[in-house]
């Protein structure tokens, strides 16, 4: 196939993003487990431990060298998963009681560095592609969250109350990577950990249900109509600006894209006005407490 023939679109897991290079990438095995250093004494000396985000389900990160996915990651935005169906609780970043985050943990894709000949059909490099859409390195972070309009109608808002250091993570590509933290971060019941992308990660799972062909449409819409039910996540996006794209013919970002920011900002508040499907934020948080 022809690099004309081969444009086609990338996807961000808040939706496609048309560009002059197109990509529908996916992921084969994900990688050994890497540990970063060890937890502190907070943690050895803790009488109950719970992991946020553990699952029933080893759900793998699209993007790589397997094509039989959309590749899709995520980037500019600070994000939580609000439901996934084989998760161990039903909301699953949830603080359920007072404790200290001691380590979490992100497992990655292996984005593809060069074009690719797939038995005839081009695949552009995916990691030089998502580089030049949300800048590089790969980054992420943490952050713990509170809610301030509980009782109000409207997409939540949160404040935001500690955040862990930003890791850069192109070096665990591949991998499921857990990162201990040096100081851990106290936390309180209904509070929410969120992970936060200052430029891209490949963090995002997507079913093969939901791959979308610009001429075809999504490739088995009723398993992915179930998809947006069973796996769903909110950002810190404006309503209505909740699609992020360019222009295909000029490259430049549409205004979604263009104003998309994480919340980084201790003591600010953002409002949480996007709302996603089908997709699942794979991260977990350990959090260590006393009875």
Same mark, same amino acid.
């Given at each position: 196939?022809?690099?004309?023939?081969?444009?086609? &679109?990338?996807?961000?897991?808040?939706?496609?993003?048309?560009?002059?290079? %197109?990509?529908?990438?996916? /992921?084969?095995?994900?990688?050994?487990?890497?540990?970063?250093?060890?937890?502190?004494? *907070?943690?050895?000396?803790?009488?109950?431990?719970?992991?946020?985000?553990?699952?029933?389900q080893? /759900?793998?990160?699209?993007?790589?060298?397997?094509?039989?996915?959309?590749?899709?990651? &995520?980037?500019?935005?600070?994000?939580?998963?609000?439901?996934?169906?084989?998760?161990?609780?039903?909301?699953?970043f949830?603080?359920?009681?007072?404790?200290?985050?001691? %380590?979490?943990?992100?497992?990655?894709?292996?984005?593809?560095?060069? &074009?690719?000949?797939d038995?005839?059909? /081009?695949?552009?490099?995916?990691?030089?592609?998502?580089?030049?859409?949300?800048?590089?390195?790969?980054? *992420?972070?943490?952050?713990?969250l509170?809610?301030?309009?509980?009782?109000?109608?409207?997409?939540?808002?949160?404040?935001?109350?500690?955040?862990?250091?930003?890791?850069? /993570?192109?070096?665990?590509?591949?991998?499921?990577?857990?990162?201990?933290?040096?100081?851990?971060?106290?936390?309180?019941?209904?509070q929410?950990?969120?992970?936060t992308?200052?430029?891209?990660?490949?963090?995002?799972?997507?079913? #093969?249900?939901?791959?979308?062909?610009?001429?075809?449409?999504?490739?088995?819409?009723?398993?992915?109509?179930q998809?947006?039910?069973?796996?769903?996540?909110?950002?810190? #996006?404006?309503?209505?600006?909740?699609?992020?794209?360019?222009?295909?013919?000029?490259?430049?970002?549409?205004? %979604?894209?263009?104003k998309? #920011?994480?919340?980084?900002?201790?003591?600010?508040?953002?409002?949480?006005?996007?709302?996603?499907?089908?997709?699942?934020?794979?991260y977990?948080?350990?959090?260590?407490?006393?009875?």
């Open positions: 196939m022809s690099s004309k023939s081969a444009r086609n &679109e990338l996807r961000t897991g808040s939706g496609p993003v048309r560009l002059a290079l %197109a990509i529908a990438f996916a /992921l084969g095995v994900v990688g050994l487990a890497v540990l970063i250093s060890t937890p502190t004494d *907070a943690g050895a000396k803790s009488d109950r431990r719970i992991v946020l985000g553990k699952a029933r080893n /759900l793998e990160p699209n993007c790589g060298r397997d094509f039989s996915r959309d590749c899709v990651v &995520e980037g500019k935005v600070t994000a939580y998963q609000v439901k996934r169906s084989d998760a161990a609780r039903s909301f699953p949830s603080v359920p009681w007072t404790g200290k985050i001691v %380590a979490w943990s992100v497992s990655l894709a292996r984005p593809t560095k060069r &074009e690719i000949d038995s005839g059909t /081009l695949r552009p490099a995916q990691e030089p592609f998502f580089n030049d859409l949300f800048g590089p390195p790969s980054k *992420a972070g943490i952050s713990v509170r809610r301030v309009n509980r009782n109000q109608d409207g997409p939540p808002q949160w404040r935001m109350v500690r955040r862990s250091p930003v890791e850069t /993570l192109n070096s665990y590509f591949g991998s499921t990577v857990h990162f201990a933290l040096d100081r851990p971060l106290n936390v309180i019941p209904k929410v950990v969120a992970l992308i200052p430029t891209w990660a490949p963090v995002l799972w997507k079913p #093969r249900a939901c791959n979308f062909n610009s001429i075809s449409g999504v490739l088995d819409p009723s398993a992915c109509a998809a947006e039910s069973n796996y769903t996540w909110r950002g810190s #996006r404006s309503q209505g600006k909740c699609r992020l794209g360019v222009d295909p013919d000029t490259g430049e970002p549409n205004e %979604a894209l263009d998309s #920011r994480p919340q980084t900002g201790v003591d600010s508040v953002r409002k949480y006005g996007c709302y996603y499907g089908s997709n699942a934020l794979l977990t948080v350990t959090i260590v407490g006393q009875n």
